[in-house]
């Protein structure tokens, strides 16, 4: 490549600029296009009569005649397959799950009748008119009831309520003798929904003209729902077309095959018209995937310093009733079990991970996957082991990070961390948040009465792992290559397909940036296309912070493949030997000659009797694939640093500071970066101190308005101070790492922490999320009580 195609971001568009994202002024300006923006005509709107019952047997369905073609069950729809979600894990037990409940009904809210109308008011009034009787079964409202139960199972061709359970043990006994000091702690995250803007939402019809069924559907993966839709509706891939337009929001909620999508395409194909159904936020919050709840039993085995010797670890997921497609509920367990060590190094480690089926809505990965709690719990845990042998926790965690000496380091449970220097993030984290002055203001005590609190959590992202790892979770849909398409037009532009899809990323604006690095191409004259299986090259989707150093390296090299070319049709309109241009500034130059790409596209495409007759005939298109030689993963890592208020008579916390020392690598754009970061600490608050979906021992859900489901708002979110380290893998193109979900990761744990250290003198421990002030103040209470039967006592 030439000087200017070498140096990140010397162009002010390429690598390591701060572009502006270019797919803001269409949203800005309220152009932009969702599924709900459709308009077809004889469009049907689609509404779900739904359980009412957590757990039933379904003894009958009245369907008035009149509403013969416009009201639905599960048998009405014999030429489409239920939803199974295989894996090869050792253990694992698969869920059937169909499209309508068929039978039994195992949580509330699951599909049991579909109707269509005009509108959907008219759709939902059809709903009233359909009588369903149920005969109740137990309810397993919770893991422990679930695995207690000895019949009457959510799966009745189960042998108990478990989906997998997960076993890991690595020197753990002998490493564990060897310590002077234990502690023992259990943690709680509740459970949560994913709230993005726009839930799901799916539109499909025929088209006649293909003879294909085409879904437009608000969708992270749409090669991979045009892959399930086929098979479950038995049609060919080539009669199926999956558009994924615009996207509000996903967090994951959005990267399996919904049940709603399948009743839609199975209604355009077996009607030959237009439908459509749109989440609303009480279905959202009451009948969506769920996430996040996991419980842990977590013993540290240490010297007397507070290094970790060996780690045992007990955690229990409750995944709802049923497992997803294509990752299945497997993937937490195994996100779980294989990124709790996370940025430690200590080499004895012992783990049994049990997920749980209950009569709740199934799991669905949410940013972070398991992260976020083993984030929590480590974390928790380090801290508890810094007061248990009397030092700060600062000084602990320095002693048991990996260190950048050490790197490439495989840990205990065999993650390869690639690059990094994890003690330098803490040590700037706590230099920026000023950590001294803050503990000589404890010692000085607060004006107000409040108590305030210093709390750390570091961890890693494991960032666009692909085929070796999930092969060993055994997933229905392994990643392979991931392929981008680049195309010059014949006006000199440049089109980039890629399978990928944004649901609010920048991938428009990043992508341009990495051809424009490659090829020198104004961004402005780069167009991205995405989102549409019948436009873009197969891709199993955007999931597990992947797409930037996957497609992002797929776009690099196709971008590289195509310079050649270029460079050789300019060199013969200047004729000059190819050996003396190079691309430069978008033109092909010379010394003082040179020709614009438009030149060079315009030979190609219009003028071809002017080119040389050695010019490649593949022209000038290119696809080519990406996959890092090491596909275990790129890690990013981060430190998160928080200064706390706790008011000890109200439960009130405030959060004064907040300081993030993050490394993704080679930032593409830093601005993108930033405000990735920046949606994810506030999703990560929500998980610390607001969110929760609580359920009675009914299975009925308790938060079924934004008014029972509180969200951080902005005078919720701190100012944010966020500083940058980059540390280049050596595995990527350009040496960047994924970091989407990173933000989501370690707010809980380090916000827990600072509370913990704040009320440290006070003997109050909180380990349960979400820290609301009634829970904080039960937490005092128990305290005092604590305390003052110890006083009697001496």
Known sequence: MSEANEYPGKSGQGVGARVRRKEDERHLHGRGKFVADYHMPGLQEVAFLRSPLAHALITSIDVPPALKGRAFVRADMNSASDIVADSTLPTYQPSVQPPLASGKV????????????????????LVEQVMVDYEDLPVYADAASSVAATGDFIHDNWRDNRFVTLNADKEFTERAAAASVTVTRRMKLARQCMVPMEGKAVLAYWDHSL??????????????????????????????????????????????????????????????????????????????????????????????????????????????????????????????????????????????????????????????????????????????????????PLDVRLDNLVRPEQMPFINVANKHLDSGDYPASLRKAAELIGASAIRERQRLGEADGRRIGLGYATYTEQSAHGTSVFATWGTPVIPGHEQATVRMTPDGGLEVRVGVHSHGQGMETSFAQVAHEVLG???????????????????????????????GGAIARACRELLPRLTHIGAFLLGVPDSEVKLQGGRVVCDQASVSLDDVGAAWYIRPHTLPADVNPAGLEVTTGFKPAVDTGAFSYATHAVLVAVDTESGEIEILDYVVVEDCGTMINPMLVEGQTYGGIAQGIGTAMYEETPYDVNGQPLASTLADYILPGPTEVPNLRIHHMETPSPHTEFGAKGMGEGGAIAPPAAIFNAVNDALADLGVEVAETPLTPRRLLQALANARAENNKQEVAA
């Open 211 to 392: 003879d294909q069924l085409v879904v437009v559907t608000a969708t992270q993966v749409p090669h991979m729902i045009r892959t399930i839709l086929a098979q479950c509706l038995k049609l060919d891939q080539g009669q199926v077309r999956v558009i994924s337009p615009d996207v509000g929001g996903a967090f994951g909620y959005k990267c399996v095959l919904q049940q709603e999508e399948l009743c839609i395409a199975w209604l355009a194909m077996t009607y030959k018209q237009p439908f459509r159904f749109i989440e609303d936020r009480r279905e959202h919050l009451t009948a969506g995937a769920n996430s996040r709840e996991h419980e842990y039993v977590m013993t540290a085995h240490a010297d007397a310093q507070g290094r970790v010797l060996a780690l045992d670890a007990k955690i229990v997921i409750d995944g709802g009733a049923y497992s997803v497609w294509p990752f299945t509920i497997g993937l937490e367990p195994g996100q779980a079990v294989g990124n709790l060590p996370g940025p430690y190094a200590f080499q004895g480690y012992r783990c049994v991970t049990e997920c749980v089926a209950t009569n709740k809505p199934g799991f669905v990965p949410y940013r972070g996957v398991a992260r976020t709690g083993v984030c929590f719990a480590m974390e928790l845990t380090m801290d508890a082991l810094a007061r248990a042998v009397g030092r700060d």
């Open 521 to 551: 191409i104004d961004i402005a004259r780069i167009k991205v296309l995405h989102g549409d299986t019948g436009q873009t090259p197969f891709s199993t989707g955007t999931y597990a912070s992947r797409s930037m150093v996957m497609a």
């Open 106 to 125: 195992r949580f509330v809210g699951e599909p049991v009748v579909m109707t269509c109308a005009a509108t959907r008011a008219e759709a939902e009034d």
